[in-house]
């Protein structure tokens, strides 16, 4: 027996591991490489305070930074099928639901909640990537028509948050079915008068992108997100060509009138705020009547093309 080996060295790793840095009190940003410390990239909403990259965010963050206090109720999720298709490539689905559960604490790809945004009350309903790609299946169109109803029935306007890759594909042809269901609940906000505001985050692809993300009275997205229904990638090696500097980033879809605006983070409660009042026909909040609108950020809207009312 080595007592060196066996005994002294463990102990040093040991007490070594005991006062070693966390992994994770740094992020690396995907836009300029910088590291930031976790604190202060919470403190300014997940956005890089050198380069402004958006980083992404999930439900909970959504709510506290746009809702009142951050204060809301969640609305019940309904009951669907689990796994219709009893479906399997390497896992099976009901694997990777679990899975995805235990990761984020939701039960799918998108949470409603009642909640007010300046004294307004609103139906906010936000669809993060975190959850298997934010992909819409049976849960997701079945939990956004339900939300939707509450919106209709309490008189609520609808605010979508959204990101996706597109329908689950481990729900097949049940997920495509998603698509004319979810535009069907559009249209009872649209009859109601409702107002039907999207925020589009990174990534916005694929089915979501082709039906109620892109059916909005006014279509909102923060600086840099892809949107699209297909990849770049996939575009250019279908076509064989070269494609635009930033094609289907948010800058390049306001350039060509396929979205409204572009909006920074810090200033998306209170650009949200003053929408809802103009749509629903309200006086403007005091706060933001006032000039002091803005919220704990720099960052300034970017108006759109003139298919909205300019907030």
Known sequence: MNWITNFVRPRIKGLMGRTGTPENLWRKCPGCGEMIFHRDLANAQNVCPQCGYHLRIGAKDRFAALLDHGEHELLPAPQVPQDPLRFRDDKRYTDRLREA???????????????????????????????????????????????????????RPFILVVSSGGARMQEGILSLMQLPRTTVGVDMLKEAGLPYIVVLTDPTTGGVSASYAMLGDVQIAEPGALIGFSGPRVIEQTIRERLPEGFQRAEYLLAHGMIDMIVHRHDLKTTLSRLVAILAKKPVPKRIAAGNGHG???????????????P
Request: proline letters at 3%.
């Open 101 to 155: 559960r235990a990761k984020t604490g939701q039960q799918d790809a998108v949470q409603a909640a009642r909640g007010s945004i300046d004294g307004q009350a609103v139906i906010l309903a936000v669809q993060p990537f975190d959850f298997m790609g934010g992909s819409l299946g049976l849960a997701t169109g079945a939990g956004l028509v339900a939300a939707m109803r509450v919106a209709v029935n309490e008189n």
């Open 296 to 310: 704990n950020g720099n960052g300034a809207a970017v108006a759109g093309n003139g298919h909205a009312p300019s």
